[in-house]
């Protein structure tokens, strides 16, 4: 009987042939996050079982808002001299860890992963299983290995031609909204089909990072030369692409024909509730906010495409945009293709690279009654701050409109 | 092997798709990384349940909600959960990140099908968390969840009151850290 690409990769890392749904496996880890040192340290275990395949950052309260933030990260640096970490990314020279961990070459086809926070299911565009743990990362940086329970596997066929204008995340809201947020609960969710081929590194990266978004354990892309070319000058280690045999077994198969697809969004409260856009555009929703940052939707291309529409406009009167590469790398590439320096021109706020406004923490927090339109990936209730705020989530391009409009708006009446 | 296998309780309810954001908000907690665990617990569904965790839920209380139970971030909201002594969590389903939390911090947390059917709130049910019997004690029905095999990972963890322990145990046994 054929293997899905979980199952591959895990029989691999558990030393076995073949790996079977529902079978219970300790399986040896090829990389993990240093967000447990300090529970490593309390433990009393003085070592780490591999400092080059730890990877840190700080990105969450970074630059620290506050003494008890910066305590906290001084510390971070302690440990990470106390054990020998290597792969240390300092304030300046990182950003948002799916992002910077990639850049520095952490993931490659065919490695199983599992390190601190919940969307590290992105790591799956690279053709590897990566998942979160976390606070049994603390056994990886021990033992280097992990238990894991062999997913079922689905597979969602993405057909037709994707139009101009729509990417990944209009992809995945569309997806979530028919199959719901728990289509991926427990399982291996492999994206297959045309529309997988054509889409950017970056668009697929998007449909991962929110893997978890819709339960998975594992969101997977098979290798390609856009992978490849990614991982250039990134990996030096040899690895193969890891593909699906003809006759895996899926636990159910999901088809899409994308062609007609329009420019999506998710009302308040929930990834899964996907709208097209036009059918908001007129309940004219007031937008406060646009944020175009986060792991999900910061990339160059989701830079690009903002300053393609703000080119020569201005954000709204009574809007601020704040934008947030997600990371330093891409901040500078951005800066030197002059998508800032439009951006800027345009009213937008720039920050650094960070998670702030995603997560409520801070660079942008919402107030009571406040709208704001999110590149990012959750909307629950009190996500980006108040509990009494709504977040609605779409592209870059959706995020850029609305921005200028002053409310939620379709892309396309502005490109 | 300490741990109180059968657990008795009163129920409360909760929907679907409750996230980890609701039990554990980030703009309380996770921006405030000195909040103890039991103030950061007082904040626990604050957004779609205000006054629960302050006033309502009693320690030994049973939690009982529908699909997608801890979904989103990864923060470890069984913590919260195990400062409001809440004994045992049941839902219909249960998000992997925060199951696996759950595991690790030794609170019990079973998949139950059919649960949110099974039980009202204020109801009392009594727990197996072993054999992942559930009998509701104001209707004498019994449903049966989904229960850990023995001798898998989560099970051994669980049994050893969670990942700390379990790990302390392994550490030792493979010469990692003397005592």
Not at chain 2, 53 to 79: H, K, M, T
Request: glycine residues 10%; hydrophobic residues 40%.
């Amino acid at each position: 009987m054929g293997q899905t690409i979980a199952e591959k990769i895990l029989a691999a890392h558990a030393g076995i042939d073949t790996a079977k749904p529902g079978q219970y496996l300790w399986c040896k880890v090829d990389a993990t996050s240093g967000h447990r040192l300090a529970d490593l340290e309390a433990l009393g275990v003085d070592r780490v079982w591999d400092p080059e395949k730890v990877f840190q950052v700080d990105d969450h309260q970074a630059p620290p808002p506050t003494i008890v933030a910066a305590n906290k990260v001084k510390d971070l640096r302690r440990l990470i001299k106390k054990y020998e970490i290597k792969n240390y990314f300092e304030y300046g020279r990182g950003g948002i860890l799916h992002q910077v961990f990639a850049e520095n070459g952490m993931y490659a086809p065919g490695e199983l992963v599992a390190q601190c926070d919940s969307h590290s299911t992105a790591g799956g565009v690279f053709n590897a299983c990566v998942t979160n743990a976390n606070l049994d990362a603390v056994h990886v940086l021990a033992f280097g290995e992990l238990w894991f329970r062999v997913p079922e596997s689905v597979r969602v066929v993405l057909n037709g031609t994707l139009p101009t204008w729509c990417v990944g995340k209009d992809v995945i809201l569309k997806v979530a909204s028919e199959l719901g947020t728990d289509y991926g609960l427990y399982k291996s969710v492999e994206y297959v089909g045309p529309v997988a081929s054509q889409m950017t590194m970056a668009q697929r990266w998007t449909i991962c990072n929110m893997g978890v978004e819709v339960g998975a354990k594992f969101a997977l892309f098979e290798g390609d030369e856009k992978t490849d070319a990614f991982l250039k000058g990134r990996v030096n280690r040899p690895y193969e692409h890891v593909t699906a045999d003809a006759d895996a077994v899926y636990e159910t198969e999901y088809e899409f024909d994308l062609s007609d697809l329009t420019p999506m969004v998710a009302r308040p409260g929930d990834p899964g509730n996907g709208v097209p856009v036009e059918s908001v555009r007129p309940e004219r929703v007031k937008v406060d906010q646009a944020f175009l940052g986060s792991c999900t939707n910061a990339r160059l291309e989701d830079l690009e495409v903002a300053a393609r529409i703000l080119d020569g406009k201005k954000v709204h009167p009574d809007v601020r945009m704040l934008v947030s590469p997600s990371s330093q790398e891409v901040f500078g590439e951005a800066l030197r293709a002059g998508y800032l320096e439009t951006l800027v021109d345009a009213g937008a706020l720039v920050e650094h690279s960070t998670c702030g406004p995603c997560y409520g923490g801070h660079l942008g927090v919402l107030g009571d009654g406040e709208t704001c339109i999110s590149s990012s990936n959750r909307n629950f209730r009190g996500r980006m701050g108040s509990p009494l705020a709504d977040v609605w989530l779409a592209s870059p391009a959706t995020v850029a409109a609305s921005a200028i409009a002053g409310e939620i708006v379709d892309p396309r009446e502005y490109l | 092997m300490a741990m109180e296998t059968v657990r008795v309780g009163r129920v409360w309810k909760f929907g679907d798709h409750i996230s980890t954001d609701f039990m554990m908000p980030g703009h309380r907690v996770l921006a405030n990384p000195d909040l103890s665990v039991e103030d950061a617990a007082k904040f626990c569904m604050e957004a779609n349940r205000p006054g629960w965790a302050e006033s309502e839920v009693q320690p030994g209380d049973i939690l009982v909600a529908g699909i997608n139970f801890g979904c989103g971030s990864s923060r470890n909201a069984s913590q919260s959960l195990k400062a409001l002594n809440i004994a045992v969590v049941l839902a219909e389903s249960v998000s992997r990140i925060h199951l696996r939390n759950a595991v690790n911090s030794g609170l019990p947390t079973l998949v139950a099908p059919g649960i949110s059917g099974f039980v009202e709130e204020g109801q009392s049910l009594e727990v197996d968390i072993v054999t992942g019997t559930v009998k509701n004690l104001d209707t004498d029905a019994t449903l049966q969840a989904e229960a850990w095999e023995e001798g898998t990972p989560p099970y051994e963890i669980l049994m050893a009151g969670g990942l700390e322990p379990f790990m302390k145990a392994k550490l030792k046994e493979r010469g990692l850290i003397s005592g």
